[in-house]
Every structure is written in structure tokens, then in C-alpha cells.
T-cell receptor, first 112, second 117 residues
């Protein structure tokens, strides 16, 4: 069975500071990894994905994530946070099949 | 880019009635669509996988007779909540995967807030 862990329910960061949202995964075979962002009462917006290739993946809105196979992690990062980045972030994994499994989500709060 | 349209965005219905939610892929064909349910401040729970032209595959614990899924074409899947009760109130989200670009990822609809009174 595949699973995703997002150990932090909430991450607080000051605007302009770097941010990290943590994600670890467990899956059989090669992982397909995703980050999505959700604003209140909205669906999920795709940020970035890792399928194969470079371990550092760059995505939308200046976000990036690094795939670390040995640590089974896929942490989301941004060098300089904006207040508008405040939202709920979900990490998800697929074992190459159809089914996506989501983490519990991390609420990011960026303050002035 | 890929777009999934989900309607309605918000619906209030009386207990005992049925509600239909539509999920359309606007610029791609999806042999597979997914229906999720999200409780407040919680993650997305997969309810069922909708397969074009065949029966949906339901996750354990999801009542197939209560949550009817129809995927009649490559661009449309519907979820009907039958005989709705207040405990069915939730945020329902669909997603779809491009048949021709399976590595592109999953595109999500904007969600439907269902309130049963």
C-alpha cells in the first residue's frame, strides 16, 4: 500500500523568508510525486511533479521540490515566501498506476 | 493546459433528495476520472475511480448504491448522491487524467460544496 506523510499541520513563515513544507512517502516501485495547493472552497491546483529525471523539480509560482530517494522525501521549497502563498498544501504519490494517495495537508501561513 | 470543469460549485438540498455533480474534461479525453470527498480541515479521500464505458471501482467503505457514478463519455463523469442525508454534507472534488498524456498528472475540478438540510 502507498502512503504519504506530511508531519506538520501548519507552517508559519515571515514574508521574504525561505519556506519548506515536508513530505515523505512510501510506495512500491518508482514513485510519481506531486504537490498541489488548495485555497478555501476551491479544488486543487497543480504545482509540480516528479516522474523521472532531475531530482530538483521546478514548478509554478517559484516553488520547487527535491526528490530524495534514500530518504523517501519530496519536500516543497520556495526561496522567498509571499503572503499570497498562504494556503493548504498537499503532497501526493502514485505508484505508477492510476490511484493518487494524498497526505493530510499542511497549512502554510505567511505573515508580514 | 488541461482543464476540468465541475458543476455545481455549491448546492443545498433537502434530506432525502438526490443531487448530481458533473465533472467534465474540457480540452482532453479522460478514460479515468476520480471522485474524492474532503471533510473540513482534512485530506482528500478517494471515493471511487470512474472508468469510461464500464462500472466504477469503489473504495472500501463507500456505498456504491448511495454514490452512483456514471462515466458515459471520454469527457464526462457524474456523481449522484442518492437519498442525501446531512452526514453526506461535504466537499466533493473530481479529477481526471489525460488519456494521451498519462505522465502529465492529474487535473482537478474546482469542487462542489454539498449541504444537506
Amino acid at each position: 500500500a502507498q502512503s504519504v506523510a506530511q508531519p506538520e499541520d501548519q507552517v508559519n513563515v515571515a514574508e521574504g523568508n525561505p519556506l519548506t513544507v515536508k513530505c515523505t512517502y512510501s510506495v512500491s516501485g518508482n514513485p510519481y510525486l506531486f504537490w498541489y495547493v488548495q485555497y478555501p472552497n476551491r479544488g486543487l491546483q497543480f504545482l509540480l511533479k516528479y516522474i523521472t529525471g532531475d531530482n530538483l523539480v521546478k514548478g509554478s509560482y517559484g516553488f520547487e521540490a527535491e526528490f530524495n530517494k534514500s530518504q523517501t522525501s519530496f519536500h516543497l521549497k520556495k526561496p522567498s515566501a509571499l503572503v499570497s502563498d498562504s494556503a493548504l498544501y498537499f503532497c501526493a504519490v502514485s505508484g505508477g498506476g492510476n490511484k493518487l494517495t494524498f497526505g493530510t495537508g499542511t497549512q502554510l501561513k505567511v505573515e508580514l | 493546459g488541461a482543464v476540468v470543469s465541475q458543476h455545481p460549485s455549491r448546492v443545498i438540498c433537502k434530506s432525502g433528495t438526490s443531487v448530481k455533480i458533473e465533472c467534465r474534461s474540457l480540452d482532453f479525453q479522460a478514460t479515468t476520472m476520480f471522485w474524492y470527498r474532503q471533510f473540513p480541515k482534512q485530506s482528500l479521500m478517494l471515493m471511487a475511480t470512474s472508468n469510461e464505458g464500464s462500472k466504477a471501482t469503489y473504495e472500501q467503505g463507500v456505498e456504491k448504491d448511495k454514490f452512483l457514478i456514471n462515466h458515459a463519455s471520454l469527457t464526462l463523469s457524474t456523481l449522484t448522491v442518492t437519498s442525501a442525508h446531512p452526514e453526506d454534507s461535504s466537499f466533493y472534488i473530481c479529477s481526471a487524467r489525460d488519456r494521451d498524456r498519462p505522465n502529465y498528472g492529474y487535473t482537478f475540478g474546482s469542487g462542489t460544496r454539498l449541504t444537506v438540510v
